[in-house]
């Protein structure tokens, strides 16, 4: 069936750094790939999404890039800050009726 | 701007109770999507309605019902309540249309606690 992998599943960096959160879909039908940041009971919130005609995107200190051959997408966040700590997840949509399938989620915790 | 609506925010139920969470999507928005998600896990999808009509269909137990309403606004219905039941139920709409994929925006969901 349809699944999206997620790594890592928690990620701890230095503010200012770098995080790279990956994950890897197995629908090829997929064509739509958003990324959500969720904090604690709250809802997802949209930071950024790809779709498949492109291989990269980016928006200020947030990027993602795609691979389609080998379905893969990642999330690259620069000069990283405290308010960046939430849990980041992945989602491929696009087959059939456009539902999402979540990756499992990463827990990003930026040091200050 | 108008963001999905979603009541009550917080409902206790006792086991084998029955419980209607409601969504309302942003307006002009014809499609509704359901997902369920525990406690450190990812948002599980349930249930989608366009148009009125169920579009797709997840892990939703057959315990659990849904509709959409002539006014785009979504029910989900859950009977015989369990204590796995306990969760946070989100709402999210889309503009819908045929043949395209489109940003779904999350209602700020329902904490559904079963004691």
């Known amino acids: 069936g349809e699944n999206v992998e997620q790594h890592p599943s928690t990620l701890s960096v230095q503010e200012g750094d770098s995080a790279v959160i990956k994950c890897t879909y197995s629908?090829?039908?997929?064509?739509?790939f958003p990324w959500y940041k969720q904090e604690l009971g709250k809802r997802p919130q949209l930071i950024i999404d790809?779709?498949?005609?492109?291989g990269e995107k980016k928006d200020q200190r947030i990027a993602v890039t795609l691979n389609k051959t080998a379905k893969h997408f990642s999330l690259h966040i620069t000069e990283t800050q405290p308010e960046d700590s939430a849990v980041y997840f992945c989602?491929?949509?696009?087959?059939?009726?456009?539902?999402?399938?979540f990756g499992t989620g990463t827990r990003l915790k930026v040091l200050a | 701007a108008a963001g999905v609506i979603q009541s009550p925010r917080h409902l206790i139920k006792e086991k084998r109770e029955t419980a209607t969470l409601k969504c309302y999507p942003i307006?002009?928005?014809?499609?509704v999507y359901w997902y369920q998600q525990g406690p450190g896990q990812d948002p599980q999808f349930l249930i989608s309605?366009?148009?009125?009509?169920?579009?797709d269909k997840g892990s939703i137990p057959d315990r659990f019902s849904a509709q959409q309403f002539s006014d785009y606004h979504s029910e989900l219905n859950m009977s015989s309540l369990e204590l796995g039941d306990s969760a946070l139920y989100f709402c999210a709409s889309s503009p819908g249309l045929a043949g395209e994929t489109y940003e779904q925006y999350f209602g700020p969901g329902t904490r559904l606690t079963v004691t």
């Open positions: 790809i779709r498949s005609n492109v």
């Open positions: 989602a491929a949509s696009g087959s059939g009726t456009y539902k999402y399938i």
């Open positions: 629908d090829s039908a997929s064509n739509y």
């Open positions: 309605f366009y148009e009125k009509m169920q579009s």
């Open positions: 307006p002009r928005h014809d499609t």
